[in-house]
């Protein structure tokens, strides 16, 4: 099990918890590990999902996706029979408190958020809710949607409630940022329907509140706000770094150094200013558009006008990598082996969502190179999307005869790759997308060694 994990056993047992019956309506990341730890912290959790496939994989203790430390939470919670899925929405009917854990997408052809699948989950369990339940919407929604779906809750045959619990989970860090979260945000409605659901979300994350976890109540619109207003922070904050990248390019400044300077501003700090490929996966990009189309049907279009050149810097990272190979091999990529190093959006995680590495992949091959990928633990998600490219198990294979090698997902076993470890390549060319690697140790190896934003 992940590292803390045991540790947080221990705790644990120390700590007397409220048993609650809990559901979670949507199994997919966000929902299958916040059942599997709602287990884990003593209640009694069903997860529910229209997908046939992905119930049955979590029933026999199978995550459909690569998470750290989730397959063995999942066992350990299945064996103590605190924790069960199903496709029957009507099995949740005795269970006090119920999660909504959708998905949210962008809509197709539009910036905005899709809302389909949160409308539906709650529409369905309307019928289903008791007396005193707890609707919690943990999904990330526009601001607005939790006052529109708490009037849908009153409409139900029972007296239940609504309360907004946005996540903030990093993808290979989602089982301790759920056991150990670094603050709790609980939206609910006023008065006394807003102090009952305070009390039982406390009872939910009774473990957490013992730790001295930050917790703060507010309003819907500011718990919706908190979590979108997070991602577009912090992806400003990655566009930031990376248009220094662009002039650091221009004037031969080193951008990584320059990171290292200012972060040392305690008002600026250093985190999220690592300049490379950008940012991707399910969460930042859509959530940055979607908060962009809300401002925009609030008629506040220009005070999130910023998020447009946050987005285009993030875009442009792409194509300025595809364009440092292209130099690297001589100004064409026709007929040229390379070799790519990294397909997830980050590591410690196989999903590939509007990930910069598969895209930049795809897009070497668009221009003739021969493309020969790999990674830890995408090779089948990037298989379903782009079976054109070739896939090999490693970057030792990878790299046989390669032209080039491109660095694009900074896993840790490619930040330890020596140039011994690549000596099969057939020219010596690497080229690091993340800026994980040191320029040093590759040069005086005699390899061309060329990354965004150094010299």
């Not at 709602?38 to 994989?57: C, F, N, T």
């Not at 350990?76 to 029957?88: E, V």
């Not at 946005?166 to 008065?191: C, S």
């Not at 039982?200 to 718990?223: G, H, K, N, Q």
């Amino acid at each position: 099990m992940v590292s803390g994990v045991s540790a947080f056993h221990a705790e644990l047992s120390r700590t007397k918890a409220v048993e609650l019956k809990i559901s979670v309506i949507g199994c997919g990341y966000l929902g299958a590990v916040h059942a599997a730890c709602m287990a884990e912290l003593g209640h009694e959790v069903i997860g529910v999902d229209v997908d046939r496939a992905k119930i049955d994989a979590l029933e026999a203790g199978h995550a459909p996706f690569f998470e750290p430390g989730l397959p063995e939470l999942l066992a350990s919670a299945n064996a103590s029979g605190r924790l069960r899925f199903t496709t029957d929405m009507s099995e949740v009917a005795d269970a006090d408190v119920h999660f909504i854990a959708v998905g949210t997408p962008q809509k197709k052809g539009e910036y905005a958020a899709d809302l389909t699948y949160v409308d539906a989950a709650v529409t369905s369990l309307l019928p289903y809710l008791s007396d005193g339940s707890l609707v919690v919407g943990k999904s990330t929604v526009p601001v607005g949607t939790a006052a529109r779906l708490a009037a849908l809750v009153d409409t139900a045959p029972a007296d239940a409630s609504l309360a907004w619990n946005p996540e903030f989970l990093r993808e290979g860090f989602a089982v301790k940022d759920t056991l150990g979260p670094d603050r709790l945000v609980y939206g609910v409605p006023a008065g006394e329907a807003g102090e009952r659901a305070t009390a039982i979300l406390d009872s939910v994350y009774e473990v957490a509140l013992a730790r001295d976890t930050p917790r703060i109540v507010t309003d819907f619109a500011t718990a919706e706000l908190v979590k979108v207003s997070a991602n577009a922070f912090l992806a400003t904050k990655i566009s930031f770094i990376n248009a220094m990248a662009e002039i650091a390019e221009a004037t031969g400044a080193d951008v990584t150094q320059l990171a290292d300077a200012i972060g040392h501003d305690a008002r600026i700090g250093r985190r999220f200013l690592n300049s490379g490929l950008g940012f991707g996966g399910g969460c930042l990009p859509k959530d940055i558009r979607a908060f962009r189309a809300r401002g925009e049907e609030l008629g506040l279009g220009k005070s999130l006008a910023f998020l447009g050149e946050v987005d285009a810097i993030n875009l442009r990272r792409r194509d300025r990598m595809v364009e440092l190979t292209r130099e690297a091999l001589g100004g064409s990529l026709d007929g040229k082996h390379v070799a790519v190093l990294g397909l997830a959006f980050k590591p410690d995680s196989d999903d590939v969502r509007d990930s910069p590495s598969l895209d930049v992949a795809t897009r070497l091959r668009a221009e003739g190179a021969i493309v020969v990928a790999t990674d830890p633990e995408a090779i089948e998600t990037s298989r379903r999307l782009h079976p054109e490219l070739d896939y090999v198990e490693s970057a030792i294979e990878a790299a046989a005869g390669a032209d080039a090698v491109v660095v694009l997902t900074e896993w840790k076993q490619y930040r330890e790759l020596t140039p011994a470890d690549l000596s099969g390549t057939n020219g010596q060319v690497i080229l690091d997308g993340r800026n994980c690697l040191d320029p040093k140790l590759w040069r005086d190896a005699g390899w061309v060694y060329r990354s965004l934003g150094r010299p």
